[in-house]
T-cell receptor, first 113, second 115 residues
Framework: AQSVTQPDIHITVSEGASLELRCNYS??????LFWYVQSPGQGLQLLLK??????LVQGIKGFEAEFKRSQSSFNLRKPSVHWSDAAEYFC???????????FGTGTRLTIIP | GAGVSQSPRYKVAKRGQDVALRCDPI?????LFWYQQALGQGPEFLTY????????KSGLPSDRFFAERPEGSVSTLKIQRTQQEDSAVYLC?????????????FGPGTRLTVT
């Protein structure tokens, strides 16, 4: 069965600094990969997704992620964070023929002035 | 347009009570998913519908959990004889296609607290 690991429970970044959130997956074939963001009291919003093709994917709100098969990783990046980016971020994996998404435990992002 | 809505947003139940959680998906969406999110954890899959057919219920933790979507639109997740370990946020998501990989649109969730 597939699994997702987000090694960082909590990250603090200064406003305007760059950001990288780590995600590692375990699955025998190429999975479908997703990043979602969850603000307090809100549902999950899709930031970006990778199905196939170009390994660098662009998402909403200035986020991007890079799929690295050799490292089984799909890290999320943003060159300059804004205070409004403070939220919980979840990486998720889906596999062909199985509709459910498997989520990581999330990384809480705090932005300091 | 309207997104996925869930009601109630908050529910407090005494241990042993039955609860029913409602999900209104985006109109016309074929697929509907339920997830359970415990405090400090990521969402965990419970069950999946394609129209009115429940195609996967492998994530339901016990036979106290039951979900239905009788007309292929609104769905209800029912928990019988609630236990403290059932306390969590229950998220509903819908997808326009028969596969969830295009995008799953999530509702705000129902926070269930069992006392």
């Amino acid at each position: 069965a597939q699994s997702v690991t987000q090694p960082d429970i909590h990250i603090t970044v200064s406003e305007g600094a760059s950001l990288e959130l780590r995600c590692n997956y375990s699955y025998g074939a190429t999975p479908y990969l997703f990043w979602y963001v969850q603000s307090p009291g809100q549902g999950l919003q899709l930031l970006l997704k990778y199905f196939s093709g170009d390994t660098l994917v662009q998402g909403i709100k200035g986020f991007e992620a890079e799929f690295k098969r050799s490292q089984s990783s799909f890290n999320l990046r943003k060159p300059s964070v804004h205070w409004s980016d403070a939220a919980e971020y979840f990486c998720a994996v889906g596999v062909f023929g199985n509709e459910k998404l498997t989520f990581g435990t999330g990384t809480r992002l705090t932005i300091i002035p | 347009g309207a997104g996925v809505s869930q009601s109630p947003r908050y529910k407090v139940a005494k241990r042993g009570q039955d609860v029913a959680l409602r999900c209104d998906p985006i109109s016309g969406h074929v697929s509907l998913f339920w997830y359970q999110q415990a405090l400090g954890q990521g969402p965990e899959f419970l069950t999946y519908f394609q129209n009115e057919a429940q195609l996967d219920k492998s994530g339901l933790p016990s036979d106290r959990f039951f979900a239905e979507r009788p007309e292929g639109s609104v769905s209800t997740l029912k928990i019988q004889r609630t236990q403290q370990e059932d306390s969590a946020v229950y998220l509903c998501a819908s997808s326009p296609s028969g596969t969830g990989y295009i995008e799953q649109y999530f509702g705000p969730g129902t926070r269930l607290t069992v006392t």
